[in-house]
């Protein structure tokens, strides 16, 4: 009975939050996340991403060049880190090192994961590089999915494909996960990059706040200089996606303390 009790008033208390926090989610601003994809190719686009003054949450590959320079000075510089896990694909596109297919096996799949977790330092969070084929895949999503549960880490769904089922397996491991609302930068132009920018923060005043990606590209990098000190004269604010999970969620810590397993640095064979 005290066990029927406890789970009826932790439900009660569950729903009434969301009406308690109304009035202040009302009162911030609109707020938008710009993750920026492919990290640790380009050094020098990297050390401008790295060096600008706004929270940016760049999302490296692993093992690549300078992923782990990069990484660093990021961290360093009070960017968040992720790790942009390479999936199979409906296109065929080569993956490069650690990238997961499905052909794998539950092993296979598990080990490449976690040396790829490993190989990023201060990785916070993950999301899927390309991902068409494996993101529609549930077997392939809950391995992975059960292996990022062990670990203090969130999982954004890139979204390359509108079937995806990464979010949603995300969500019933109850790994903190959004998905993304723009894409940046798919055609490389400034004109492009501006209407998908301006796309953003339209979402971001409709639905309160909003997750872009972008990528290291000369001209998304030359945009996002001199655009993202505007923000604040347009009354929007911009976060990390810790930042942003954390306003969603009535600014609750996402991971209580010792309650996930440390991520343990590693310099370990590509896969």
């Given at each position: 009975?005290r066990v029927v009790f406890s789970l009826l008033a932790l439900a009660l208390w569950s729903a009434a939050v969301?009406?308690?926090?109304?009035?202040?989610?009302?009162?911030?601003?609109?707020?938008?996340?710009?993750?920026?994809?492919?990290?640790?190719?380009?050094?020098?686009?990297?050390?401008?991403?790295?060096?600008?003054?706004?929270?940016?949450?760049?999302?490296?590959?692993?093992?690549?060049?300078?992923?782990?320079?990069?990484?660093?000075?990021?961290?360093?510089?009070?960017?968040?880190?992720?790790?942009?896990?390479?999936?199979?694909?409906?296109?065929?596109?080569?993956?490069?090192?650690?990238?997961?297919?499905?052909?794998?096996?539950?092993?296979?799949?598990?080990?490449?994961?976690?040396?790829?977790?490993?190989?990023?330092?201060?990785?916070?969070?993950?999301?899927?590089?390309?991902?068409?084929?494996?993101?529609?895949?549930?077997?392939?999503?809950?391995?992975?999915?059960?292996?990022?549960?062990?670990?203090?880490?969130?999982?954004?769904?890139?979204?390359?494909?509108?079937?995806?089922?990464?979010?949603?397996?995300?969500?019933?491991?109850?790994?903190?996960?959004?998905?993304?609302?723009?894409?940046?930068?798919?055609?490389?132009?400034e004109e492009f990059v501006d209407r998908q920018f301006k796309l953003l923060i339209k979402r971001a005043k409709?639905?309160?706040?909003?997750?872009?990606?972008?990528?290291?590209?000369?001209?998304?990098?030359?945009?996002?200089?001199?655009?993202?000190?505007?923000?604040?004269?347009?009354?929007?604010?911009?976060?990390?996606?810790?930042?942003?999970?954390?306003?969603?969620?009535?600014?609750?810590?996402?991971?209580?303390?010792?309650?996930?397993?440390?991520?343990?640095?590693?310099?370990?064979?590509?896969?």
């Open positions: 009975m969301p009406v308690s926090a109304e009035p202040a989610r009302k009162a911030l601003p609109p707020t938008i996340a710009i993750i920026i994809d492919d990290m640790g190719h380009s050094l020098v686009e990297g050390e401008r991403l790295a060096n600008l003054d706004q929270p940016l949450t760049l999302a490296f590959l692993p093992y690549r060049r300078h992923t782990d320079t990069l990484a660093r000075l990021a961290h360093k510089q009070h960017k968040e880190i992720m790790l942009h896990a390479p999936m199979a694909n409906t296109r065929n596109y080569g993956l490069g090192p650690g990238g997961l297919t499905p052909d794998m096996d539950e092993q296979s799949m598990v080990t490449t994961l976690r040396r790829a977790l490993q190989s990023i330092p201060h990785v916070q969070g993950v999301n899927n590089h390309m991902g068409s084929l494996l993101t529609q895949q549930l077997q392939p999503m809950d391995w992975v999915m059960k292996e990022l549960f062990r670990y203090p880490v969130y999982f954004i769904d890139s979204r390359t494909i509108a079937s995806s089922v990464a979010g949603d397996v995300a969500a019933a491991y109850q790994i903190p996960t959004m998905t993304r609302d723009v894409f940046l930068d798919h055609e490389q132009t409709e639905n309160g706040s909003a997750i872009g990606i972008g990528h290291p590209h000369k001209v998304t990098v030359d945009y996002l200089e001199k655009h993202l000190p505007k923000l604040d004269e347009q009354g929007i604010a911009i976060a990390t996606v810790s930042g942003l999970w954390a306003m969603r969620n009535g600014n609750r810590e996402m991971f209580a303390e010792g309650e996930k397993q440390d991520i343990r640095p590693a310099f370990a064979q590509k896969k």
